[in-house]
């Protein structure tokens, strides 16, 4: 695996990483009332569209990243609708 | 532009956007406390590094995204500070 390909690994890994805490304190506090479903729908459709690009690019991290972003996403939405 | 450059950059808008809300809540609400600036930082660093591998690929669409997410970012991180 060449260097360009590992930085968008590790980009898209970090980038993925931050919305975990929010998934991990909305779990544990069962509270999800100051999240705006609206915003992860917006989120949810720029990483479909992210990974449709990343195909269109045949770009592997941008296709990895957002798939994982879409599942953070989807478990992030599916939290609001539980808790909310 | 090309079609898929297009696709990048209304992907790009939707996820950027998508932290918009969060600026304006704290802005509006004057409190941070519930934001973690670890977080931030790892989002901060994974945005950089997307931003250089853009630079790597020469692809637009990630490099003006993740320019506008560092922006982002970075606001987020101020408010923090400002609002403790």
């Known amino acids: 695996m060449e260097f360009t390909e590992i930085l ?8 993925s990483a931050a919305s975990v805490p ?3 304190k ?8 100051g999240i ?3 915003m992860f729908i917006v989120l949810l459709t ?3 569209l ?8 045949s770009d592997i991290p941008i296709i990895a990243t957002n ?9 992030m939405l ?5 808790y909310n």
Chains 1, 2 share one sequence.
């Open 50 to 57: 992210w990974v449709y690009y990343g195909f269109r690019r």
């Open 78 to 82: 599916a939290l609001k609708w539980k």
């Open 8 to 15: 968008g690994l590790v980009a898209g890994t970090l980038t």
């Open 22 to 24: 929010q998934i991990v």
């Open 67 to 75: 798939v994982v972003a879409l599942a953070l996403d989807t478990t």
């Open 46 to 48: 720029g990483n479909a």
């Open 26 to 33: 909305t779990t544990k506090q069962k509270k999800a009332a």
């Open 36 to 38: 705006s479903p609206f």
